[in-house]
């Protein structure tokens, strides 16, 4: 007989799985993106470019960075919570 897994009294199919992996693959990708900006931030720190680091930071950029690691932050705790509701 065959192990089941339950969650909330329900039980966890592969299809559960999978769409919570394919979730936390495309929160990967968003966090590329969030780390190529630092990457860009610090660059443009090294180099001393003092106008493109003003620009980024006036120009909303970092904002955004900001707000997407906020969601980022949000949809991983809710991922969290849907595998292990008691944690």
Known sequence: MEKQ???????V???????????????QQ???????Y??????LAIKKDDFATSYFIT????????????NLEKSLGQISSDICPDM
């Open 5 to 11: 897994v339950f969650i909330d009294k329900k039980v």
């Open 30 to 36: 968003e966090l590329k993106v969030a780390v190529n």
């Open 59 to 70: 120009s909303g950029s970092l904002g955004n960075l900001n707000d997407s690691l906020e």
């Open 38 to 43: 630092l990457s860009v931030i610090n660059y």
């Open 13 to 27: 199919t592969a299809e559960y799985l999978q769409q919570k992996a394919s979730e936390i693959v495309n929160l």
